[in-house]
């Protein structure tokens, strides 16, 4: 074999591994509008890009705003499960709660959540469980460990 058949032949193969292979696509799936999560979404992309993740050129992420409206927030994460999403990025305790119920085999990564044992979210701070992961302010936690 010739080395310009052999590299034709590699090329092939690599551009049929990556058909196969789709780009992890993150959902995230935010409490307020855009706007006044801006600073937030922004640190996490930073945090991407340090890590070597970059939007559209080896992750993909569907952002999604319940603008304020709890009620949006079940049909979003329904939505995320149907596409089937990589990995369901929250923020705030009810959207977490509403990704919680829609799946319980994508990982969910919470951003923030006041009190995850107390609303449900985990059963423990030290092993959260399931699919399920991420960070608390932890007053609530502190304060029920001190009574």
């Not at 193969?13 to 600073?39: D, H, K």
């Not at 304020?68 to 089937?84: D, L, N, T």
Request: net charge positive.
């Amino acid at each position: 074999m010739r080395r310009r058949e052999f590299i034709t032949l590699l090329s092939s193969a690599a551009v049929a591994c990556a058909q196969r292979l789709p780009m992890p696509v993150i959902g995230l799936l935010g409490s307020g509008p855009a706007p006044a999560q801006s600073e937030w979404t922004a640190a996490f992309l930073d945090r991407l890009r340090e890590l070597g993740w970059s939007e559209g050129r080896n992750i993909i992420i569907d952002y999604r705003w319940g603008e304020g409206h709890a009620e949006r927030f079940s049909e979003i994460a329904a939505e995320f499960v149907q596409r089937k999403v990589t990995l369901i990025l929250t923020h705030n305790t009810p959207p977490t709660l509403a990704a919680k119920q829609a799946t319980s085999t994508i990982p969910i990564v919470f951003a923030t959540a006041g009190d995850p044992i107390g609303a449900g979210i985990v059963t423990s701070l030290a092993r959260p469980g399931g699919n399920i992961t991420g960070l608390s302010s932890q007053t609530p936690d502190a304060a029920r460990r001190c009574r």
